[in-house]
């Protein structure tokens, strides 16, 4: 499935319209326990606000406005909540969607569960250590997988091979 910056920009004015709305998941952030746990307040403290929306509230950023989504050098994707090691710069791609996309992820880092927001339902993909959410995965990348992780810059920290 191809995707024109139209209609990356229009799926995304609409996540924008139905967060305004609250037409998002009623929780905040994955359901469960996780290894690293923080208050709300902790949270609001460590994060920059639309990392916090992001990782915390399921919020989704602006495509085409993540520095990560461009970014081509070796290295590892960690998640900025927790600073967990998420994805390999081997395995990212461009999706051509405006966010970060990755074909396959370090093994244990990622849980998913289903998320209904949007009249739809998707695959919400979430740090394995704190929760934190990062994305969905779809069905329409690049083999060997054939999996798309499109995940939130804001909710990744880069670290470059040494």
């Known amino acids: 499935m191809r995707f024109s910056r139209r209609k990356v920009l229009i799926s995304g004015s609409l996540l924008s319209l139905g967060a305004a709305l609250g037409f998002g998941r009623a929780s905040s952030a994955a359901e469960g326990s996780f290894p690293f746990e923080l208050t709300d307040e902790e949270w609001k403290a460590r994060l920059s606000p639309a990392a916090?929306?992001?990782?915390?509230?399921?919020?989704?950023?602006?495509?085409?406005?993540?520095?990560?989504n461009d970014e081509k050098h070796a290295g590892v994707f960690h998640c900025a909540g927790c600073d967990q090691a998420l994805f390999s710069s081997d395995k990212k791609f461009d999706s051509g969607t405006g966010w970060p996309s990755f074909w396959d992820f370090i093994p244990g880092a990622i849980g998913t569960s289903e998320d209904n927001s949007?009249?739809?339902?998707?695959?919400?993909?979430?740090?394995?250590?704190?929760?934190?959410?990062?994305?969905?995965?779809?069905?329409?990348?690049?083999?060997?997988?054939?999996?798309?992780?499109?995940?939130?810059?804001?909710?990744?920290?880069?670290?470059?091979a040494a």
Not at 119 to 140: A, K, L
């Open 52 to 68: 916090y929306q992001v990782l915390r509230h399921e919020d989704t950023e602006r495509p085409f406005t993540s520095p990560l």
């Open 118 to 160: 949007l009249w739809m339902t998707r695959v919400e993909v979430h740090c394995s250590n704190c929760g934190g959410h990062q994305g969905h995965v779809f069905e329409d990348g690049p083999p060997p997988t054939g999996l798309r992780y499109c995940i939130n810059g804001v909710a990744l920290r880069f670290e470059p």
